[in-house]
């Protein structure tokens, strides 16, 4: 039986005629169709501000055209009466076509869509490290659909499929469950932003240095003695990181030290402030400072305080400020005790 759409049809010429003449028809139809988009809709499109539609509607311009002579295909075969199990097949491989065709298309447009989503977000300051992984992960799922669809046409049952897919899923999570970890461990970080490319990050307290690249299973760090560090993400979101650069790029530097409990303190910390302000790299605001902190057994114990501009000048800050002090200490007659023990022998005899 045919199609009720077809019935328009029935009274035109014999089946090959019939047929020939639908081909052509959807052939006009579909240069008709590819020159609205290429002019009315291009020329509509040039007025808005983005330049992302012009990309889309281009991506998509060609496949339309291929998809509404695929349809006249379709309906040309219909109208030749072919057999049952012929026209199935011829069926199952437009549309089969059709969804490769429509597939690339969606493909591109997701290029297109990351790519534009990537710079505007530079352009305005805004991080675009979570672009790679939304884009594959996009494109991972556009290929899940449409490797589903293809083999639902074709007649393959899904579910089968689907509940090996499950039981395979299970064995290889559980082999690869630190891969997994660390797959999550870089959405989380992704998501979270705990720490940016560029920033400095301290781990476990034991390794510091610069973030240089966030990939999806593990970050990349350069240290102060230039060497790379490669941690898997998983240790990233389970351990503490002190990200030093933080919400400001300024560090605070600490020097500890003791003097002597014969000092003048307050000469101290106007010695100690002076020396501070007098460095290039400590900041006047927030204003260097003294702290002290407790009566050591040899000492009174302070700390030095000051604020730099970044955390890579904090070592080389800490080293002159040492030099500095230890000079006009000297130079002031500040003394630095040393540990002091009193040992008292008892003669029994």
Request: hydrophobic share 45%; proline share 5%.
């Amino acid at each position: 039986m045919k199609p009720d759409s077809l019935s328009f049809l029935s009274e035109i010429g014999s089946g090959p005629l019939k047929a020939i003449l639908i081909l052509v028809a959807s052939y006009l139809v579909a240069l008709a169709i590819k020159f609205i988009f290429e002019n009315v809709l291009k020329n509509l499109l040039k007025k808005t501000k983005t330049k992302l539609d012009d990309k889309i509607i281009a991506s998509a311009k060609t496949p339309v055209f291929w998809t509404v002579f695929l349809i006249g295909i379709y309906y040309a075969a219909v109208s030749l009466d072919l057999p049952a199990n012929i026209q199935k097949i011829l069926t199952n491989l437009l549309i089969s076509t059709g969804l490769i065709i429509w597939a690339g298309v969606f493909l591109k447009i997701l290029n297109i869509f990351f790519s534009e989503l990537g710079k505007r977000l530079d352009k305005i300051g805004k991080s675009s490290d979570a672009i790679p992984f939304l884009e594959n992960l996009s494109k991972i799922t556009l290929f899940a659909i449409a490797a589903l669809v293809l083999l639902s046409s074709w007649g393959v049952n899904i579910t089968p499929v689907l509940a090996s897919a499950g039981v395979a899923g299970f064995a290889v999570a559980f082999a690869a469950k630190d891969t997994i970890a660390n797959l999550f461990g870089g959405i989380s970080v992704f998501f979270d932003k705990p720490y940016k490319v560029g920033d400095y990050v301290i781990i476990e307290e034991k390794y510091r240095g610069e973030v240089i690249q966030i990939g999806m299973r593990s970050t990349k760090i350069r240290t102060r003695d230039n060497v790379l560090l490669t941690v898997p993400n998983s240790v990233m979101t389970t351990n503490v990181v002190i990200n030093e650069t933080g919400f400001d790029p300024k560090l605070r530097i600490r020097i500890p030290l003791g003097v002597s409990y014969n000092e003048d303190l307050d000469k101290v910390e106007k010695v100690l402030v002076d020396e501070l302000k007098k460095h290039p790299r400590v900041l006047a605001s927030p204003a260097p400072r003294v702290r002290f902190r407790a009566f050591g057994d040899s000492a009174v114990e302070l700390e030095v305080l000051g604020v730099i501009k970044t955390p890579p000048e904090r070592g080389v800050t800490i080293h002159e400020l040492i030099k500095k002090i230890h000079k006009r200490f000297k130079k002031e007659g500040i003394k630095i005790p040393y540990p002091q023990r009193e040992v008292y022998l008892h003669n029994e005899n």
